[in-house]
């Protein structure tokens, strides 16, 4: 009897914080807009975008070699870019953009080089950096991060001001080696109070660090593999290169009260569909199904989530309720 | 010892040797499996059509899967090429012999009548195009992004993938810009 008692308050206690995962579950998002659902076939390939504080959304639209303006309702406001050699112009494919106050900064893909632009999108200036960049953000002082993959094939994070002066660098503490091609891409973002929080691509492992450069602490995500799944591309006398081909992380962002949203890959039970809220303790607070596949996230302080869907020709404006 | 040292030695020289030349050789029959298929390519009517309205002895096929650009380097060279070309004839006042043969199937959508012209258009690309399906595209043995110049014998004279490399570019544009000097000529092609 006792027994049966242990187990239908076991039962019940699992039910009741089912029941409570469910309601976290079904956090629901309100479409706000669609950016440029006037205009037929807006975007050839969508890759990243920033909203700014004045309320403007920018889009690089790889394909097309354009940055694309909107305003808060998907309005097309401006575009500019071509590709070319002459000022301003893109030698390589513009592929990420991060904003601050009136600055944009772009990184052309498979490039070294960030290019400012005002937020009126007005060429401003050009610098480089010492590694190709694969992510960029800023933090609230106005510095700009970047996530580098070295000719060695090492990636790291660097830090630069606006005038392309290097501040530091940060070596990460996962770094699965050169035998591991790609296999140390990473994706971060920068919460309002000065943490970097780092999702690695084929790696199970969010690594968080202050603004400083000093390790914090490290976190995986329940339910996920270590480790993505791998293939041989090259073998030699004494050994074999790797590529990984899943995804366990495909992007992170911070949203409002400093939370950490991390879009799962191949991996999780919706891919590129399920998002992992949690603080930067690695405590788990909610777990989202997004609506659609999603290749990109961006979050606002105004409780707002931008999506860049996963074929990247559309882009759409969540509000959480 | 020394002296079966030194037969093997000379063994391993002429394997080395053999397969050098073999490997050389590799590079000049990179097109000749689909070469016959490819040389009558352009005789796919809605290709010929196209091809018979443009003026030029030697005109060009670009045939592209646009898929395949998502390689960037790939993707810049096959630009590249064709902002070479328009400027070149631009400034004559020409219409540049070229046009492009697109793999139908982009998971971008891009072969898309309105999403392809909004492409063309925002990357400058003026030729005009004809879309083929996926088994035609692999009956002729065309690589993902693929150049072919045709001459006004209806011969193929040169067949290079995308990216191109330097030697062949200059030969490439010769082809196109100076019509008179290398139509006997054969890049890329061993049937001719």
Redesign the interface.
Known sequence: MARLKVFSFAFLFFLSNFSALYKEASYKLKREAVLGEKQKHIFLKATSLAKTDEGNIYVVDQYAYRIKMFNSKGILLKEVGRRGKNKGDFKKMPYLIASYKSNLAIAEFNSSRVRLFSTNLEYLKSFNVDGIIFDISFDFSGNLWLGLLSLEGKTYLSVYDLQGKKIKKIDLRYNLGKDFEFGDLFNFAITKTGLIVVAHTAVNKIEVWNIKGEFIREFSIGGLPEYSEKKVISYSLFSKKYIPTKKIFQDIAVGMNDLVYILGGHYSSNPFQDLYVVDYNGVIKRNLTLPEKVSSIYLTQENELLIIDEMGVSVKLYRFE | MSKNFLINKKIFLVLLFIFFILGCNKEGNEHSGGNEKLSEFFKHQPIKEILDSLEGKNKLIMAIDINA?EC?VC??DF?NIC?ELSEYFFKKNLKPPAMLVIKEGS????DQP??LE??KK???INFPHVIISDSLFKYYGLKPIMALIYNNQENLIFAKEIPMKKKYRKIFFELLTNNQTKNSNNYGNNKN
């Open positions: 650009l960037q993707y810049d630009l902002d998971y971008l959508g891009l309105e999403r909004a492409w925002y990357n400058n």
